[in-house]
């Protein structure tokens, strides 16, 4: 039986006809094997050498291990390895990001980034709104979007609901959302919830205020894009998404779908899960370039470090750097920072982040003592200091709301 390697090391090949991904390793196994065992058990080999495996077969579809430096790997999957039409992201996350997480002789691997060629990337519709679109919507071109997420995250009816949407877009919030465990319990049916909280949309635009707020259909496959029709039909401007547990494909069918005529908002509840261990699992590089081809036009990507969540400025900034990257095939699509966000740590946030945000505070809205839409003005008044280049607590001497916000939180 003829025995194959998987090592290209130092070989020259076309990065237009494979697709190329960056792993972090950590193994007793010499680095070259443990590379080998790698490229093999997610193309053409398997533990052991096979009678079956043809010269052509490996030849053409074998993984190719063309780089190791310290404990990162780099392999190149060809094209012909995957199919999009009837396979699409779960094929290919099978092949990057599939059985490889289980061999007990890699302890620990994680995939820090994918490069796809130009013959899947067109498959692909990336953002149909995107960031420039958002910010078009709402008619505000260059400071960062300021939302909130309706807080408590359950229990509150619809017009509960509502009313907190109506408040917050009175302190001059231009977003707000969902929770990601709200969908349609019997003390919040979606129906009434989305059609009490257009209502209060509208009284704000009346009001000549602009505000969106997703709506979120996180459900079952079978269901989500009836339940994303019918929630415009009820007068969802934007509707949101949990990335992570509906799956890829999931963003992907409501963003390509004709009917769906509202952004999408991607929420990435779960991710902690294969994202917090710097040596595992899956880093949120891939996973904010696989939402973006398939169409989502905003993308949680945490708080760059000062935020509840565990983050960093330069993990965060790379997913945060590839929504904004410009490129001629897809739209960019807005980061949104989100988590333990408060008006005292905006300043150093926006200084991580650039403006081109959406920054989101849930407790730091409604944990303010003046209540909903004070503590919307915090917020907005935060983020208009640090636009403006003026110290919070400087800002604060004028701005009532944001001093109560400071006293409170303090500042980050
Ligand atoms: C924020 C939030 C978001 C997190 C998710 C929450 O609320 O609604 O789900 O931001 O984290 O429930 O925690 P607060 P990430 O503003 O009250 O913290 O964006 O990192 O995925
Ligand atoms: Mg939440």
């Not at 130009?118 to 979007?145: H, M, V």
Request: net charge negative; hydrophobic share 40%; proline share 4%.
């Amino acid at each position: 039986m003829k025995t194959y390697s998987y090592l290209h090391i130092g070989e020259k090949i076309d990065s237009d006809a494979h697709v190329i991904c960056k792993y972090r390793v950590t193994t007793d196994l010499p680095m070259e094997k443990a590379a080998e065992a790698l490229a093999a058990e997610q193309s053409t080999g398997t533990w052991t050498g096979i009678s079956t495996l043809e010269e052509d077969i490996f030849r053409n579809y074998g993984g190719k291990v063309i780089e190791i430096k310290g404990d990162v790997v780099v392999i190149a999957f060809p094209e012909e390895d995957f199919c999009i039409e009837n396979g699409g992201i779960p094929q290919i996350l099978s092949i990057i990001a599939g059985n490889l997480f289980g061999l007990d002789a890699l302890h620990k691997i994680r995939l820090e980034d994918v490069e796809f060629p130009s013959g899947i990337l067109k498959e692909y519709k990336g953002p149909k709104f995107g960031a420039d679109g958002l910010r078009k919507i709402l008619d505000r071109p260059e400071k960062p979007l300021v939302g909130t997420i309706v807080k408590p995250k359950i229990g509150l009816s619809p017009k509960d609901t509502a009313k907190y949407v109506y408040e917050a877009g009175s302190g001059g919030l231009t977003n707000s959302k969902d929770d990601e465990t709200l969908v349609d319990q019997k003390f919040c049916p979606i129906e009434d919830r989305t059609k009490a909280v257009a209502e209060s949309l509208d009284r704000l635009k009346e009001e000549g205020h602009k505000m969106v707020h997703a709506v979120n259909v996180s459900t079952n496959g079978d269901r989500i894009v009836q339940l994303a029709e019918d929630a415009q039909s009820w007068g969802a401007k934007q509707i949101m998404v949990d990335v992570i547990t509906c799956g890829f494909a999931a963003v992907q069918v409501l963003a390509e779908n004709p009917k769906i005529k509202v952004p999408v908002h991607v929420h990435r509840t779960m991710h902690g899960a294969f994202t917090k261990d710097p040596l595992h699992g899956i880093a949120m590089l891939p996973i904010t370039k696989l939402v973006k081809m398939c169409g989502g036009d905003a993308l949680h990507v945490g708080t760059l470090g000062v935020g509840k969540m565990t983050g960093t400025v330069e993990g965060d900034h790379d997913s945060l750097a590839e929504c904004l990257k410009k490129d001629t095939r897809f739209k960019t699509m807005m980061p949104v920072c989100s988590g333990g966000v408060y008006p005292g740590m905006i300043a150093t946030m926006i200084k991580a982040s650039g403006l081109n945000v959406q920054i989101q505070a849930g407790g730091g809205v409604a944990g303010h003592p003046g209540g909903v839409r004070k503590g919307a003005m915090g917020m907005c008044q935060a983020v208009d200091a640090a636009f403006e280049g003026i110290d919070a607590s400087e800002y604060a001497e004028t701005h009532p709301e944001l001093r109560t916000a400071l006293d409170k939180w303090g500042i980050k």
